[in-house]
Nanobody
Framework: QVQLVESGGGTVQAGKSLRLSCAAS????????MAWFREAPGKEREFVAA????????YYADSVKGRFTMSRDNAKNTVDLQMVSLKAGDTAVYYC??????????????????????WGKGTLVTVSS
């Protein structure tokens, strides 16, 4: 059974940093496209970042580009999201997701908005202004 477990959430002041981690069990994250999404109170879940199956490409939502960095650690079987210069608008529950093998043919950011096969339960990030 595949499980994705997020960690690293918490409450920080605006301008500070946090690092989220997503640990996978039941499957390897190696050579699998992975992504982070977030869901703010009263809003729909939105795409944050994705990393292609071969690590050649990373994609970011315009709202986090230049502040968030997604990476993969094959040895730990995790994907991480380094977040700096956090803003109150980044407050949300952050979810990790993996993709089906169809994602190997993705060539555009918008394709990562769909095609997820497994989700974590999320970790809450609260940014106080």
């Amino acid at each position: 059974q595949v499980q994705l477990v997020e960690s690293g959430g918490g409450t920080v002041q605006a301008g500070k940093s946090l690092r989220l981690s997503c640990a996978a069990s039941g499957r390897t994250v190696r050579r699998v496209a992975m992504a982070w999404f977030r869901e703010a109170p009263g809003k729909e879940r939105e795409f944050v970042a994705a990393i292609s199956w071969n690590d050649f490409n990373t994609y970011y939502a315009d709202s986090v580009k230049g502040r968030f960095t997604m990476s993969r650690d094959n040895a730990k079987n995790t994907v991480d999201l380094q977040m700096v210069s956090l803003k109150a608008g980044d407050t949300a529950v952050y979810y990790c997701a993996s993709y089906t093998t169809d994602s190997r043919f993705y060539t555009a950011k918008s394709q990562y908005y769909n095609g997820m096969d497994f989700w974590g339960k999320g970790t809450l990030v609260t940014v106080s202004s």
